[in-house]
């Protein structure tokens, strides 16, 4: 019981201190890459949203509502 422990530790072992010993920097540069695309994607939406809901949607709305409490009775 105790020999199966200990290479499973020691294949732990092996294997973090393989991937720590990795000087790949593979992956690094595209994750980078898409998180950029990411946030300025997501920038021009909510630009778009907040310039479509003040000049189009909210006078729309305003006006309706005016409307409907526009009553001469």
């Known amino acids: 019981m105790f020999k ?3 290479q499973k530790v020691n294949s732990a072992v092996c294997t973090v ?3 720590v010993m990795s000087r790949k920097a593979e992956g690094y540069v595209d994750s980078g ?3 950029l695309i990411a946030v300025v994607i ?3 939406l909510l630009t778009l949203l ?3 809901f003040n000049s ?3 006078p729309t709305v305003t006006s309706k509502i ?3 409490f526009n009553y001469a009775g």
Do not use: D, F
């Open 4 to 6: 199966k422990i200990s």
């Open 17 to 19: 201190k393989s991937a």
């Open 33 to 35: 890459v898409k998180i």
């Open 42 to 44: 997501g920038a021009l």
């Open 50 to 52: 907040y310039t479509l």
């Open 56 to 58: 189009t949607i909210m």
């Open 66 to 68: 005016a409307g409907l």
